[in-house]
């Protein structure tokens, strides 16, 4: 299928090489996506911060034409779960709450990955001050 | 009297010195340089450390080879515990050193290990050439043959052993997840 084609499925979104960035109704795009157009495969789940804003991106391979499809999406603290539809997004939606603090609704088991269970932060995003009083492993006080 | 410790001083330390067991810990890619010295081309069994233990109750030095984060740091001083007296620990490249790469940045990374366990041999590069490994397990040597004691040794245990209680604690409340 040409990418073009994917504006008509969505009308309020703009597109951007394969890039698609919408604006709400996640979950019913990607929905629409895997049943409707072959989007059977997603690759990953990545996060950019924004400032204000935290930007999701979702890789989705289509396996049909192996085309590729970034969606993107730009969320504040909560996002909705795609696990119902994509078992693979478990780990990668556990990850960006560890990194970045999105809280994704309708993931039940949302908890640390990498990090310890009760670090303090979100480590990636852009105002991360590592300040934990906890970590400091030396007579001088040096956070390291 | 005095003769007789020295001279039992002198066949201990030439008995540690040439039979260095190393514990397998790598924790990155300086465990890769690790793997290489064990191998023939460079074959560290010349010097007595070819024996690799899986156990660190069976280990006389700790080559620390690779980065230590925060998560890691509470297995590394449980291991370094576990090992028996008389115990060496060499801090296998920058990481281990003082950070390395991940000095200013990094959320995750110790600056160094000498902040949780004493550090025999430093060996800062990235990652350390096996002869550079091997240098070091030489220096070693001659550390444990000319300077070590019995007395020195009772003295460094005795006044390390606090400290690492203190940082124990300190580690038990961070890691009380895992």
């Keep these: ?144 | 009297m005095g003769f007789f410790v020295t001279s039992i001083d002198w066949v201990l330390n030439n008995a540690r010195a040439n039979s260095l067991w190393p514990l397998t810990f790598a924790t990155s890619c300086c465990g890769i340089e690790m793997m290489h010295t064990v191998a023939s081309d460079n074959d560290i069994a010349r010097f007595g450390s070819e024996v690799f233990r899986g156990s660190p109750r069976q280990a006389d030095l700790l080559i620390c080879a690779g980065t230590i984060t925060h998560k890691m740091a509470p297995v590394l001083l449980r291991l370094y515990e576990q090992m028996a007296e008389p115990k060496y620990v060499i801090a296998m490249g920058a990481c281990t050193c003082g950070g390395g790469m991940f000095c200013d940045y990094s959320y995750s990374v110790i600056r160094g290990i000498d902040k949780i366990i004493p550090v025999d041999i430093y060996l800062p590069m990235c990652p350390p050439k096996p002869e550079a490994l091997i240098d070091a397990i030489r220096k070693l040597q001659q550390k444990i043959v000319k300077n070590e004691t019995i007395m020195k040794r009772k003295d460094f245990v005795e006044s390390h052993s606090s400290k690492l209680v203190q940082k124990g604690e300190l580690l038990v409340e961070v890691k009380s997840e895992y």
């Design chain 1, 1 to 144: 299928m040409n990418i073009n084609d994917l504006r008509n499925i969505f009308g309020d979104c703009e597109l951007n090489g394969n890039k698609i960035c919408i604006k709400y109704n996640l979950h019913e795009f990607l929905s629409n996506l895997k049943n409707n157009y072959s989007f059977k495969l997603l690759k990953s789940i990545t996060a950019v911060d924004l400032g204000n804003e935290t930007e999701l991106l979702y890789n989705l391979l289509s396996t049909e034409d192996e085309e590729d499809v970034v969606i993107s999406i730009k969320v504040q603290n909560e996002a909705e779960s795609v696990i119902d539809l994509f078992s693979s997004a478990i780990a990668d939606e556990n990850e960006i709450y560890d990194m970045f603090g999105i809280r994704f609704i309708g993931h039940e088991d949302l908890k640390r990955l990498y990090m310890p269970e009760n670090w303090e932060g979100f480590p990636l995003r852009k105002d991360y001050v590592q300040d934990d009083t906890r970590l400091v492993w030396n007579d001088n006080g040096d956070n390291a």
